[in-house]
């Protein structure tokens, strides 16, 4: 079954320009994980979609804490979520990891954090 979500984005800076994006992603498959990361400093595996990340059209991460303790390992990547990532297109999401699964988060911080990841994909 095909999936036809679509994405909006819009960025608004007072008293400057406002952009505006709206574009559809023709997926057949999604995946949405929302998860608790301990806040014990130790790594923490979610796993969104089967291997080969080849596959990924869209990743959406957000999260209760931007304050920069929480970090994410996609592939050989790690960087801290200190905003929300919104990361759309095959190429550019595969450049990150050729397999994105799974995503290993670590808090640092003083308290729990809620994470939700949702991914787009192509049948595999």
Not at 28 to 57: F, K
Request: hydrophobic share 40%; no cysteine.
């Amino acid at each position: 079954m095909a999936i036809n979500a679509s994405a909006n984005l819009a960025v608004q800076i007072p008293s400057g320009p406002t952009f505006s994006l709206a574009w559809n992603v023709n997926a057949d498959a999604y995946d949405r994980a929302t998860v608790t990361i301990a806040h014990d400093g130790n790594p923490h595996d979610v796993e969104l979609q089967p291997s080969g990340g080849d596959h990924v059209l869209l990743l959406v991460m957000t999260s209760t804490d931007y304050s920069g303790t929480l970090t994410a390992k996609l592939g050989s990547e790690t960087f801290h979520v200190g905003s929300p990532q919104i990361i759309s297109g095959s190429d550019i999401v595969n450049a990150i990891s050729a397999t994105p699964n799974p995503i290993t988060f670590t808090n640092t911080g003083a308290a729990d954090v809620v994470v939700d990841v949702l991914v787009l994909r192509k049948a595999t």
